[in-house]
Structure formats: structure tokens, C-alpha cells
Nanobody, 124 residues
Framework: QVQLVESGGGLVQAGGSLRLSCAAS????????MGWFRQAPGKEREFVAA????????QLADSVKGRFTISRDNAKYTVYLQMNSLKPEDAAVYYC?????????????????WGQGTHVTVSS
């Protein structure tokens, strides 16, 4: 069982930055590829970013390329989502998820564990 706890959300002005963190409970964190997803009110959850368990490979949604990046620190059991140049349309609840595999999960992959989410609000 892996517990994931997101933090770092909040209110930011458009054009600003936030860094989200997701801390895992398990020392087996390095066995998991990790992903970030988001869900805005009235919309379906969507993929944002993913990283392989080694951290060597990442994938970003087209809507965030050039603005967001994902990274991880396996020694700290933590994955990060750095969000720059935020737009009002980035406002959502952001979730991290863990997939027990080495490579970046393909689209539609069913992740094994999910966090409770952290809110991001972007004012225009």
C-alpha cells in the first residue's frame, strides 16, 4: 500500500508559479512511475505529466508543455510538479498517482494509487 499526500496548492495570479509536491509513504517509491492529473469543476480528470521511476523520462500534456515540468527525488520519496506561467484555465484540483512500472505509463493506464488532491486557483 502506498499513501500519497499532495501539497503546495493555493491561490496565484495569472503568470505566476507554484510547485506542487507529492510525498509517498513507501520506501518502495522508486519502484513506481509517477503521474500528475488535474480535474477542474464540471470537467473530466485529465493527464498533466508523468515521470519514469528512474526520473530519466518524462511526458507532458500538450497544454502544459513549455510551462510545467515534473521531477522526482527518490531519496525523499517525493515527486514535484513545477508550474510556471499559470493561466486561469490551469485552475483545478491536482492529483498525483503511482504506477508500479518502470516506464512512463501510456495514456489511459490505470494507476495503482492516488492522492487526495491539492487545489490550485489562478486569478486573472
Amino acid at each position: 500500500q502506498v499513501q500519497l499526500v499532495e501539497s503546495g496548492g493555493g491561490l496565484v495570479q495569472a503568470g505566476g508559479s507554484l510547485r506542487l509536491s507529492c510525498a509517498a509513504s513507501a520506501r518502495t517509491f522508486s519502484l513506481y512511475a509517477m503521474g500528475w492529473f488535474r480535474q477542474a469543476p464540471g470537467k473530466e480528470r485529465e493527464f498533466v505529466a508523468a515521470i519514469s521511476r528512474s526520473g530519466d523520462n518524462i511526458q507532458l500534456a500538450d497544454s502544459v508543455k513549455g510551462r510545467f515540468t515534473i521531477s522526482r527525488d527518490n531519496a525523499k520519496y517525493t515527486v514535484y510538479l513545477q508550474m510556471n506561467s499559470l493561466k486561469p484555465e490551469d485552475a483545478a484540483v491536482y492529483y498525483c498517482a503511482a504506477a508500479r512500472r518502470a516506464a512512463v505509463p501510456p495514456p489511459g493506464y490505470e494507476y495503482d494509487y492516488w492522492g487526495q488532491g491539492t487545489h490550485v486557483t489562478v486569478s486573472s
